[in-house]
């Protein structure tokens, strides 16, 4: 999932809805940071409401990734778009088709469920806005195993920015998909990436049920009836 999926049914409470794009943030401010579920566990019931905000969205984050990626939808969109961005690019781009086609298919969620409901990314930034970047990162400093240097940095930025809104424009949208290029350290994206844009939108759009609702997971069988 991708920031306003994770975080677009909590724009009620600030902290909380800061807790899903937390792991998100640190993964562009301090890469060597991770904040897991066993992390925030201790803090889930703290009398800090903010810090139990806080680490109720972290926690959020970890379980929606965990039902997303594994939904068979995910699976396929994200392979049909590897390889279609593998025929557009050539075989020698190394790991750009299978990260372009795992991000293409979050970051177009996202523009489906903008699309669908703008007033709420507005609610969305307005309540980001509200949060202390300074008191947030140094919430997340008494959880994570190691300290962030600079994720109070980057909250303003990202408030800043909006850039949530230019996924529903094909050029705008490009323009993102190279910033985080860059910053990953791949190759940018060729003018003509953007001709697969229309068609991989429809197809998210088309799933976007199946995207959204978790799978059953199927019980492991009892020895018993592995014994039959």
């Not at 781009?93 to 709420?120: C, K, M, W, Y």
């Not at 990953?184 to 998210?204: N, Q």
Request: glycine share 4%; hydrophobic share 45%.
């Amino acid at each position: 999932m991708n920031f306003f999926a994770h975080g677009r049914e909590f724009v009620d409470d600030p902290y909380l809805l800061a807790g899903t794009a937390v792991p998100d943030w640190l993964n562009v401010s301090d890469r060597g940071v991770r904040v897991r579920s066993r992390h925030v566990e201790p803090w889930l019931a703290d009398e800090d409401a903010r810090l139990r905000s806080l680490a109720r969205g972290i926690a959020q984050h970890h379980i929606d990734d965990g039902w997303f990626h594994a939904t068979s939808a995910f699976a396929e969109l994200c392979w049909a778009f590897t390889v279609e961005i593998r025929d557009l690019l050539g075989r020698d781009d190394g790991l750009r088709p299978s990260f372009l086609g795992h991000i293409l298919v979050e970051i177009l969620l996202d523009a489906t469920l903008i699309a669908q409901d703008p007033d709420n990314l507005t609610a969305y930034y307005q309540a980001m806005e509200s949060v202390d970047a300074d008191l947030l990162a140094e919430l997340v400093n008494r959880m994570a195993p190691r300290p962030t240097e600079r994720l109070a940095l980057l909250i303003p930025r990202f408030t800043a920015e909006r850039f949530l809104w230019d996924y529903a424009e094909d050029g705008k949208l490009c323009y993102r998909l190279n910033q985080v290029m860059r910053r990953v350290g791949l190759s940018e994206l060729p003018e003509a990436f953007a001709a697969l844009l229309p068609s991989a939108r429809r197809r998210v759009e088309d799933r976007q049920h199946e995207l959204l609702t978790p799978e059953p997971v199927l019980a492991a069988p009892r020895q018993a009836e592995i014994e039959r």
